[in-house]
């Protein structure tokens, strides 16, 4: 089930709104990382930065064949035999992924979908105790060059909410000066 509002504009564009490597520092995901977990690949504008940052596996979902094409050709191009892309509708049959088997999770511009808690709670069964995931979505209090309607976009209090109905923890909100058309933060699962 492809989630409400997530098409995709051509891949410069989208390539354009984003800085990966900021945005992946700014939330955690480094080589403290064993494996790692990203909900939509899409063009792999974060899957490859990410892999190439962590010590383990990059496991990445997409609905989308082609999105998960064009990722597995991205890794290679770039030398990366850690990227694991699978075409699967985790908004529907989850991730299928084993019980706290990842250091991290990415759920980049996913959350106005319908059933967000549904999806943290996925993320948090995935992760591994103390594991962090870190989110971003499209800012609703600027005008943005693309993104959900503003009426479903989720705010950073929001997601902290549900996050927090889910089961993680909330770690901190972070700006990202670096994307400005987005937010960014941070939940952790407990380590116990």
Partial sequence: MKG???????EAAWSSYFDPGCVLDRLGC??????????????????????SRIAGALYTQDIEPEMVAAT???AQGA???NVLAEVRDFMSGGTGRPDASVDYAMLFNLLHVEGPVELLREARRILA?????????WRADVETPRGPPLGIRPTPEQVREWGEAAGLRFERFEALPCCSWHWGLVLRRDAH
């Avoid at 480094?30 to 892999?51: H, I, K, M, N």
Wanted: hydrophobic share 30%.
């Fill in 79 to 81: 030398g990366l035999s």
């Fill in 30 to 51: 480094d080589g403290a990382c064993r494996d790692a977990f990203e909900f939509g690949c899409g063009y792999g504008t974060f899957s490859v930065p990410a892999a």
């Fill in 4 to 10: 409400r509002e997530s098409g995709m504009p051509e």
């Fill in 129 to 137: 105790p103390g594991g962090r995931l870190g989110v971003i979505h």
């Fill in 72 to 74: 597995a050709q991205k």
